[in-house]
């Protein structure tokens, strides 16, 4: 198993959208790692013939009957929003130029 | 007012939710007393607990008042009608706060209800208000929240498990007979053992997660929490059962987890003691208590058996890759656009920019720290080695609780290593905090169902010890069997409850 280093945690905290600062990206890096050592043990574990579990309980194409009903009313949902314009969420800009 | 209503009255806070629901169906009390005196008693408690995050005295008045109503005119009926209950604030409550005990949820009022809350108040159960937690469940002593510590009332310097710590923590303060909890690793179980009180994790599906807001969707499920077995098993019926808006609700009837409770009787079982979940890292106190309340259910007719679970080993491994895996992912639709605070946006910030202050400014530490190590472990080029080994080990626990089950019908262990440690003890020690749910974990992997009832005080520190009951898969009623004869051989052999030994707030 790999070690974590300063550069994987700065790209993992971009990925994520995580704005870290300095000292976060040091103290997750040590952090990290750690975790990342004391969990390694799995690896012993030859597991080749065993199959993945990804549900505790299995089932497979679940329907329920398609029956319509309303959904949420947008007054309700723009209340929850934190910006809000001619009835649609309003975002920040989506492309590189700035605005 | 005659002396029986008065004598009730004074002490109601202190009444099993059974008692007080049949006092409420009698018309010896109203729901809206009731409720009246468990909101006096947040006011007069909870600055020193700290279990609540949202409490509104008028809107809990008021629907108590409809309920009382309800049952009046003979529309509402079920076995807790009229009883309070606290929510843990993972739950989506319409119009209500609900921030997951997280900054980046502030302010924000769900749209919707979950569909356990519907459930509730479809049975005249009044909702007190939302329970502290660790920030989107991840932790075991709900430091982690956004909004301070809670208190254990056995002791105010210490924690009161996590994530639902608020939720076990006000059923130990007499401040909610009722309340519901989510447990994603043991996040129902520690708590009520560190606190006295009891809790069940039902087998996954079994209640419905539509509305509970996500952590690892493969392992969260919500469950009842109360003082004592039978208190638990009626809640577990009322919220328990088929839900379509739910795709991985198990689609078949309940078990009867009411008669179970009833029969404290044990005689003829097999119960078997898992060997890899005690000695090294369990507290001596723990393992005594332990230890006693086996030769108890030897001494109610159980057979004792020692079973091994070779894979345990490797649980807490394979869960802490799983849960941050699935975390990473659930929490990626906290980013500020839709609801939710929002930061960062001037105007001239791109959306990634204000998604990653947002996201920066609004999740602590043990929320980032998961989020990362979940995308770390879902990267390419690791994602063999980390989620898919730990997935290869999740079925091999899955087997090792599958060959127990061939010559046991239950299993039990000790629910935490250790009584409830002081505040920030281990507060950035990861790795020690992970530790508290070694005996808890392997239950969510596996699906299968668990309970945690209290079995006495370890001598060295006068701290509550729980012991955890595992059933398979829609074996849960078998919890409340073994739960309830314990619990009758405990409180003949204390005169009461443990919960009544907790010290005065």
């Not at chain 1, 319509?68 to 723009?78: E, I, N, Q, Y």
């Not at chain 2, 080990?393 to 060959?403: G, M, N």
Request: hydrophobic residues 40%; contains cysteine; charged residues 20%.
């Amino acid at each position: 198993m790999a070690s974590i280093d300063r550069e994987q945690v700065v790209h993992l905290g971009r990925l994520a959208r995580l704005e870290l600062s300095e000292s976060e990206v040091a103290h997750y890096t040590e952090q990290l790692d750690q975790i990342l050592s004391a969990i390694a043990a799995i690896s012993e574990v030859a597991a080749e013939d065993i199959p993945p579990t990804s549900h505790p309980i299995p089932m497979t194409n679940v329907f329920r009957d398609d029956i319509p009903t309303p959904g949420l009313d947008r007054s309700v949902v723009a209340e929850g929003a934190p910006a809000w314009e001619d009835d649609r969420f309003l975002v920040p800009r989506i492309l590189d130029e700035p605005a | 007012m005659n002396q029986k209503i008065h004598t009730m009255e004074s002490d109601l806070v202190r009444q099993s939710a059974a008692t007080l629901a049949s006092a409420i169906r009698q018309g010896d009390v109203t729901s809206e007393q009731v409720t009246a005196a468990h909101l006096d008693r947040i006011e007069q408690v909870d600055p020193s607990v700290h279990a609540f995050l949202y409490v509104n005295r008028e809107q809990s008045l008021k629907r108590a008042r409809e309920v009382d109503r309800g049952i009046a005119e003979g529309n509402i009926s079920s076995p807790l009608a009229g009883v309070p209950i606290a929510l843990k604030d993972l739950l989506a409550t319409k119009g209500v706060p609900t921030t997951c005990g997280s900054r980046i949820l502030e302010g924000w009022r769900p749209p919707y209800n979950a569909t356990i809350v519907e459930r509730l108040e479809a049975a005249g159960v009044v909702s007190l208000g939302k329970t502290n937690m660790d920030e989107f469940a991840m932790g075991s002593s709900t430091e982690h929240s956004g909004y301070g510590p809670t208190r254990n009332p056995w002791d105010l310097e210490r924690i009161p498990g996590g994530s639902g710590g608020g939720s076990a923590a006000a059923l130990a303060s007499f401040q909610a007979p009722l309340a519901i909890g989510t447990d994603t690793g043991g996040s129902i179980r520690q708590p009520a053992a560190v606190t006295g009180t009891v809790g069940v994790k039902p087998t996954y599906g079994g209640v419905s997660r539509y509305g509970i807001v996500a952590l690892a969707s493969s392992l969260d499920q919500a469950g009842p929490c109360a003082r004592d077995v039978m208190d638990t098993a009626l809640l577990h019926s009322i919220i328990a059962g088929h839900d379509p808006r739910d795709s991985t609700s198990i689609n078949s009837p309940v078990p009867d987890v009411i008669q179970a409770a009833q029969s404290a009787d044990v005689r003829g079982m097999k119960i078997g003691v898992i060997k890899q979940l005690q000695g090294e890292g369990f507290q001596r106190g723990v393992l005594e208590q332990f230890n006693a309340a086996l030769d108890l259910l030897a001494g109610l007719g159980a057979e004792i058996i020692e079973v091994s679970c070779e894979h345990f080993q490797y649980a807490l491994g394979a869960y802490y890759l799983i849960l941050p895996s699935e975390a990473s992912s659930n929490l990626a639709r906290f980013d500020g656009m839709r609801f939710g605070i929002r930061r960062g946006d001037d105007g001239t910030n791109s959306v990634e920019q204000v998604m990653s202050a947002t996201r920066e400014a609004g999740f602590g530490a043990e929320v980032k720290r998961r989020i990362m190590l979940g995308t770390y472990a879902l990267s390419s080029g690791y994602y063999d080695a980390y989620y898919g080994q730990a997935q290869k080990i999740r079925t091999l626990i899955k087997r090792d609780f599958e060959s127990a089950f061939l010559h046991v019908d239950a299993l039990v262990s000790p629910t935490a290593p250790t009584t409830a440690f002081k505040i920030g003890e281990k507060l950035d020690d990861p790795l020690a905090m992970y530790l508290n749910d070694i005996a808890t974990i392997p239950v969510n992997l596996a699906g299968n169902c668990a309970m945690s009832l209290p079995i006495g005080l370890a001598p060295e520190d006068g701290l509550p010890v729980g012991l955890q009951i595992i059933a398979p898969a829609m074996a849960d009623d078998r919890l409340y069997r073994v739960g309830s004869a314990l619990e009758a051989a405990l409180v003949d052999q204390w005169g009461g409850l443990l919960i009544e030994e907790v010290p005065a707030l």
